[in-house]
C-alpha cells in the first residue's frame, strides 16, 4: 500500500520533567497519564515505522534526558535504519550526557532555550538557568566536534506573547554558525494555556497539520491523533495491538475525526475542540485525499468529499 510519509513520529520518553515552563500543562500539574517508556515499545515502534517515517523524534512531554536509556534508545532507532532527533531544555546536558547522546549517534538534538533573551528565558521556565544552559549547549558543539560532528543542532526559542516579534538578533546568529536558531510564539495546548493569539490569523476551521504530517506515540505505546493531546484523550490505536501502522493511520478513528475537522464539527471532540491550530489559517495539504483514497470506508468517502468540496483539494 502507497502513502504520503509522515514528517516524523514523536515518541513520549518521559512525561515528568525538571521544569516548570508557563506556557506547558506540566506547569500546573495538568498531565495525569504519566510514565516512563520501556526499550520494547520503542523496539515496537521501529518495527511498525518502516516505510512510514525517515525520523523518529524522542519527545512529546517531559524532558528527554531524565530517562535513564535514553542513549541505548538513540542507537535502537538508528541501528533500525531511522534518524534520531532530540528535543531537551538543556539543564541537563552535562558532559556525561552530551558524550553518551553523541556516542550513540544522535542525528540532531534542539535545545528549547530562549537563547535571545536570559530575563525571558528564566521567568518563563521556571527552575531553569539561562547561563547553565548555554554553557551546557557550547560543550556540547565542542564535543559533537569530536565525537559526532554530524549531529545537527539547533535552539528553539518560545514566545510567550505577541509583543515582540520573531527575529533573531545578528550577533545571536553570528556567535553559533551552523546552528538552526527559530522563534516560534506559545500555543495554547488546545485552551488548556493562556496564550494571545492574533485574531488576523484565525479563520475556518481546517485539517489540522498535526493529523496530517506527524504522528505521536504516548510512552505506553497509544498512538494519539496530535502530540498535544497530553492526557491521551483520543487515542487511533496501540503499537502493541495493531499488526501495521497502517492498520492505525487508516483506522476509522483517524478519519472520523478528519471528517468532523473538515465539516467544522469538532466542539465535542476531545482535545481538539477547544484547540485554536484547525482555526489557524494554512494550506490544506492534499495528503487527505490521498490518504482518503487508501481507507476503506465511509469515514473516509465522506472525508475526502469535505475536502474536495469545502478546500478545493484535487
Known sequence: MTHSKLEWIS?????????????????????????????????????LAR??????????????????????????????GFKSLLWTNG?????????????????????SFEIVDKELHERIRKGAQYDKVRANLDRFLQLKSEIHPKTEVSIWNILPDRSRGLEIP????????????YCSYAMD??????????????????????????????WNGDVMACCNDFNHEYILGNVFE??????????RRRFELIEKMTCGALADVKPCGTCSAPYVKRGVDRVFAKDAELFQGKAASNAAKQIDGRHAVS
Not at 70 to 80: E, G, K, L, P, Q
Not at 170 to 178: E, S, V
Not at 198 to 209: H, I, K, R
Open 189 to 218: 495546548w488546545h485552551g488548556e494555556v493562556k496564550v494571545e493569539t492574533s485574531q488576523e490569523e484565525l479563520g475556518d476551521p481546517a485539517p489540522c497539520n498535526q493529523i496530517q504530517n506527524y504522528a505521536s506515540i504516548a
Open 91 to 111: 539543564l541537563l546536558v552535562n558532559e556525561r550526557r552530551a558524550r553518551g547522546v553523541l556516542e550513540a549517534g544522535l542525528d540532531k538534538i534542539v535545545f
Open 11 to 47: 515518541v513520549e520518553v518521559d512525561t515528568h520533567c525538571n521544569v516548570r515552563c508557563t506556557m506547558c500543562p506540566i506547569h500546573d500539574d495538568k498531565v495525569h497519564n504519566q510514565g516512563r517508556i520501556q526499550l520494547q515499545t520503542i523496539e515496537r515502534i521501529t518495527e
Open 170 to 181: 545578528d550577533h545571536i546568529r553570528d556567535a553559533y554558525p551552523g546552528v538552526e536558531i
Open 51 to 80: 516505510g512510514w517515517t525517515d525520523k523518529i523524534c524522542l519527545a512529546v512531554m517531559g524532558e528527554p534526558l531524565l530517562h535513564p536509556q535514553v542513549t541505548d534508545m538513540i542507537r535502537i532507532i538508528n541501528d533500525a
Open 242 to 251: 495493531a499488526k501495521s501502522f497502517d492498520e492505525i493511520w487508516f483506522g
